[in-house]
């Protein structure tokens, strides 16, 4: 089945830190529970899955409950029973990974590989990925972890099998990190090349196969897709079924299929990339010096930021290798920028002051689609989920990353158009900067509604329904975010106005509440008359302390370092 959608009427021309700490923290802490938006109905999701016919995975497929169409099934036998057998080689293998969706991806694991993977997991709740050490030796001197097989059937009922062998798999993600377990969906990078070389899968070295467990099967695709309509450079996503002796040969799961930041993706958007990707990297983090915005109001904001993943202060993101997307970069140009940031004041001229450094057309457009498309948890919102190229022209781009938790999704419902990272405050405070940003930004808006979103959506979710890889719950998941975008229309134009002579960082319905955006009804719970964190009188560390008390805060000098906060009007 093809993935192309509805053409639009009218169109103008993943570090060491984990969102998943800073989330599950605060959804244990009542008073701050409001803050982060923790996740509720219709967004608490399961692992559903289908069971396929006889024939195995990659079998003849069907509809409904049964599958989305596949290639002719293999006969249960060797090693892994029910696994599909090959009838085409990996070099003469027609595939589309996406144009097409339905293609069937069956993964052969052994036990000891998969109790290597699940290492990082964590095991509790929602896993919590633990970073490699960066040892310099390890007991087998191997450090990928892989697959036996890699079975995969091109979608439709002429589709072939391949088996591309022994392929490098890994278990990833930040909130959506799942072990891979009977009862569990992960999310898989795949690197098909790293143990035969050269080897290509439809043309991609690397894939990553995601479970939808937080942005549920529709809004990463979505995201991605109106990213690319709206003219900013994005991966592009599909759908497949993926299999697996883990979870038995009679299962296949619907899952969204996206292409990584790697040098594949810089070679087909070169025109829009400054002519390629001379290096990339990915992190959690802000340039060295700088708290993340933590997706709270920052910098010229009352009380400051405060930020939910905190990262040590003075390091630079750019020295850990680990986050280059490409083969190896050359962090010198980067460092650099990140200097000069550090000694551009923020102000009128900041724009001016780093015009040789920033692609700032890109900049003023990453950070409007950011605001429509309400990707709270990015580069600009809350320092995560960065992307950053530096182009081959030598300017410096964000490309969005993640992009799950976008349009209502519960832990960001309502994202402002102000950002709270360093390039994001400066440009804000920067009078020319910003007038540039509303400019782009009515341009964004009248591309977004020429484009018809509700019709892309319609588009996809018929795909899905087509291919039956609906599960419970989808269909009201559609409608609430189909309800979100036509209310997010009316929205937009009445919000730009709200900003156009300067920032206001809490988009309604959240009001200014003294340092933090947050419901009327909320402003000052658990706190005095200084707000919470805000401080006030004797304050220490900027909570609690004299009137101003915080009913979570680290206290103030009169109660002492590290003390209670506030209890009451007067607290401390």
Request: include cysteine; glycine fraction near 16%; charge should be negative.
């Amino acid at each position: 089945m093809s993935t192309q959608l509805p053409s639009p009427p009218f169109a103008r021309p993943r570090s060491s830190r984990t969102r998943a700490i800073s989330l599950l923290a605060l959804c244990a802490i009542p008073s701050a529970a409001f803050l982060a938006g923790c996740p509720d109905k219709p967004d608490n999701y399961y692992n559903y899955y289908y069971m396929n016919g006889e024939g195995g995975a990659g079998g003849a497929g069907g509809s409904g409950e049964t599958g989305g169409a596949g290639g002719a099934g293999g006969t249960p036998g060797g090693e892994y029973p029910g696994a599909p057998v090959a009838d085409a080689e990996v070099v003469d293998h027609a595939l589309d990974v996406f144009g097409t969706i339905g293609n069937r991806y069956w993964f052969a694991v052994s036990e000891e590989q998969l109790e290597l993977m699940n290492e990082g997991t964590g095991g509790v709740g929602i896993p919590i990925a633990q970073r490699d050490f960066g040892d310099i030796y390890s007991p087998t001197g191997e450090g990928a972890t892989f697959v036996d097989h890699l079975w995969v059937t091109a979608a439709g009922a002429d589709g072939k099998t391949a088996d591309y062998g022994k392929v490098q798999v890994g278990v990833v993600g930040q909130s959506t990190m799942r072990p891979w377990t009977k009862r569990s969906i992960p999310n898989l990078n795949v690197d098909v090349d790293e143990f035969v070389d050269e080897q290509r899968l439809g043309g991609l070295e690397h894939l990553r196969f995601n479970n939808g467990q937080v942005g549920s099967i529709f809004r990463e695709r979505l995201t991605l897709e109106l990213y690319a309509r709206l003219d900013y450079p994005a991966p592009r996503a599909s759908y497949a079924w993926v299999s697996s002796n883990v979870w038995g040969a009679e299962v296949s799961i619907p899952y969204i299929v996206v292409e990584r930041y790697k040098k594949a993706f810089c070679a087909r958007l070169e025109s829009k990339l400054g002519g390629g990707c001379a290096n990339m990297w990915e992190f959690a983090g802000d340039f060295a010096g700088n708290f993340p915005g933590g997706g709270f109001p920052g910098g010229g904001f009352p009380g400051g930021g405060i930020p939910i993943d905190v990262v040590p202060v003075g390091g630079s993101v750019f020295d850990d290798p680990g986050n280059c997307q490409l083969k190896k970069c050359d962090n010198t140009r980067a460092k650099e920028l990140e200097q000069t940031i550090a000694d551009t004041p923020e102000g009128e001229g900041f724009k001016a002051a780093l015009t040789g450094w920033i692609d700032w057309p890109s900049f003023h457009r990453f950070q409007c689609l950011s605001w429509v498309l309400a990707t709270g948890d990015d580069a600009l919102h809350n320092s995560n989920n960065v992307v950053l190229v530096e182009r081959t022209d030598g300017l410096f781009q964000y490309l969005p990353y993640s992009v799950d938790i976008s349009l209502g999704q519960s832990w960001y419902q309502h994202v402002p158009l102000p950002g709270t990272n360093t390039l994001a405050r400066g440009c804000q405070s920067d009078p020319a900067c910003w007038a540039d940003t509303i400019a782009t930004c009515e341009d964004v808006i009248e591309d977004f509604a020429a484009l018809d979103p509700n019709a892309v959506l319609e588009g996809i979710y018929d795909q899905l329904s087509d291919e039956g890889m609906l599960r419970s719950g989808d269909e009201e998941r559609y409608q609430l975010l189909d309800a979100w975008i036509t209310e997010q229309l009316k929205v937009l134009p009445v919000e730009l106005e709200r900003n156009r002579e300067q920032p206001q960082p809490c988009a309604p319905p959240q009001v200014d509440c003294g340092g933090y955006c947050g419901y009327p009804q909320d402003c000052g719970v658990g706190a005095g008359t200084g707000g919470f964190g805000a401080g006030g009188g004797d304050a220490g560390g900027g909570a609690g302390g004299g009137d101003a008390g915080s009913g979570g805060g680290a206290g103030g000098a009169d109660p002492g370092a590290g003390g209670a906060g506030g209890v009451g009007p007067d607290g401390g």
